[in-house]
């Protein structure tokens, strides 16, 4: 298994606070992506980096921000959670951003914003 | 426009029938196609890919897919499941890019 850890796996929070969730990966990868899960819709992309501090939005970034310091991390915070940003989070490496690569999945957060 | 289309949201199936998930892409440029797979509270993890050459793909647990350029397809098809395939199966497509783009996925239950 690809080593990806995500941190919380699950959290439960208010409408309206602020919530980080993170991605810590051992293999070394470039590309660090953040996808949510919603029934009907598969996965969409949120952020991706490309390199430490190199992010770019994806299809559904509005209301969320990113930030990567270091190779390892990649975090992901909801500036202000609304109900609507209840979902499953994955979190997602691969080794570079060539076409063919595989990309490499966690084990998933799920997040309920109540 | 959707890249990727999964028309099936959800296939039944007994155990040790064949069972084909379908994908269609929508692309004129070079694509890049896979096919994953998501047990229940887990993560993805990859079936198969095609790339370019042979347009039959195999992949683990016995499953394999067809690119068809002309039909622009790449169906998933395994002979004979089991009561352990059940699962959700989604195809994903690259456009010659550093993105995955997800189609919304099939259920595929397997019953005894």
Partial sequence: DAGITQSPRHKVTETGTPVTLRCHQ?????????????????????H?????????????????????SKTEDFLLTLESATSSQTSVYFCAISESGAPGNTIYFGEGSWLTVV | AQSVTQLDSQVPVFEEAPVELR??????????????????????QLLLKYLSGSTLVKGINGFEAEFNKSQTSFHLRKPSVHISDTAEYFCAVNLNTDKLIFGTGTRLQVFP
Wanted: glycine share 10%.
């Fill in chain 1, 26 to 46: 051992t293999e070394n990868h470039r590309y660090m992506y953040w996808y949510r899960q919603d029934p009907g819709h598969g996965l969409r992309l949120i």
């Fill in chain 1, 48 to 68: 991706y980096s490309y390199g430490v501090k190199d992010t770019d939005k994806g299809e559904v970034s509005d209301g969320y921000s990113v930030s990567r």
């Fill in chain 2, 23 to 44: 994908c269609n892409y929508s692309s004129s440029v070079s694509v890049y196609l896979f096919w994953y797979v998501q047990y229940p509270n887990q993560g993805l």
